[in-house]
């Protein structure tokens, strides 16, 4: 007995995300917002940005041993 397997080409093909961003056709209701008092650098919220726009800053710009996070604003969807 053999197995015919049907092929779906009606799905739509997704498109490649763009290497840089330069803006966002509108702003979202919501953005990530990091407060560097209260930050304790565990950076648990690194991996789980969706569009990666949570970087580390630099340890040279504060020179204290836990550098917080940063938000790219202009990369950030609202999650």
Request: charged fraction near 25%; hydrophobic fraction near 35%; include cysteine.
């Amino acid at each position: 007995m053999k197995i015919k397997m049907r092929t779906y080409d009606h799905y739509k093909i997704v498109p490649e995300a763009a290497e840089k961003i330069i803006y966002k056709k509108k702003k979202p209701h919501l953005m990530a917002v990091v407060d560097e008092d209260n930050y304790t650098g565990w950076q648990v919220c690194v991996p789980f940005c969706p569009v990666d726009s949570i970087e580390l800053v630099q340890m040279e710009k504060y020179n204290i041993p836990i550098p917080p996070v940063q938000i790219r604003f202009n990369e950030c969807i609202g999650c």
